[in-house]
């Protein structure tokens, strides 16, 4: 049997299947900022270290200080606000406050979607995106199927297509005509935030806008995540979650990154200037990068290339992992993300595909 992950970021699986030391695996399966997160998050967490009642109290039940922080972010009212270690908890918090029994989802998509779906007895609509097309979503005809929620993400994983914000502005607003629940996911939107609709959920009682507190910054680690949306929903879904879900270190970490407006602009920049560069340069050697909005690529390579046998060789003979797209439902075999990294390890990459392009692996 072919292995390949079911995520990315599994170096551990992959150190053990390929039998290379950890530290030599270079990831570029995992959208996480290659920078890590902000300097002043480290040097408090360092602090926090040392002040034991960090580990022997319990977090905040209620999470204030790391509501209101997100707040402010996104410039909502901090009831609106719900918190949880991660995107599925809360999805899953979602699903059950108002009882979803079938959910329509663009594909490829994250492979979670339908894992979530199904533990919770949702019945999953597949709506395949044409990869030629560039994976536009027409959200204009998703209504063709009747459903209690649709579920998409802006941009999109794996590939990285923006929807255009008036584009999910008509989406919600349909769906509010049908009673439809619109649940977005906006894990990559803090790379084009102009895009986000997150400040709608006043006007839209059915969306619900689901984002990360830790790829954007540089700490996966770490667990957090959020949703908005209108104040009762938010406290039945917050109610729906287990009790102190997020660590202290955790909180406080999360609050400290969403203030830091220098390192979000400084983020935003260097990923637009590395990505544009490490798009050319993977173009250029034939293979078919999709536009992205996010800090990943999609490749596409020639049918003649075995794509398994292709990413196994990046990893086997230079030590860098894609992401293998191939479990991806609704994308054939040809397909791996990478991450955008820092200049000199792209350069890496590049170097390492154009080896294997030239092999005809």
Sequence with gaps: MEFRPLHGGQLH??????????SELLDFSANVNPEGPPPAVLSCLREAIDNPSIITNYPDLDELQLRRCIAEYVRVPPENIAIANGFVPLLDAALRTLAIRSCLVPVPAFVEYRRTLE?????MLPRILDADSGFDCHTDNLFSQSCDAILLANPQNPSGALCPHNQLLRLAEEASKRNVFVFLDE??????????IVQEIGRFPNL????????????????????????????QIQQSIAPWSVTSLASLAAGLTVRDEAYRCQTIAL???????????????????????ANFLLLRLSG????????ERLIRKHHIVLRNCANYEGLSHEFLRAAVRTETENKLLIQALATEVENGE
């Design 13 to 22: 699986q992959i150190a053990d299947r390929f039998r290379i030391s950890l």
């Design 119 to 123: 533990r919770s007895r949702v019945e």
């Design 187 to 196: 894990a990559f939107i803090d790379y084009c935030p102009e895009n986000s």
């Design 304 to 311: 003649s290339i075995d794509c398994q046998r292709f990413w």
């Design 208 to 235: 619900i806008v689901f984002r990360s507190v830790t790829k954007f910054f540089g700490m996966a680690g770490l667990r957090v995540a959020y949703g908005a949306a209108h104040a009762e929903l938010c406290k």
């Design 271 to 293: 990923n637009k200037l590395r990505r544009e560069q490490l798009q050319a340069a993977i173009g250029k050697l034939g293979i078919h990068v999709y536009p992205s909005a």
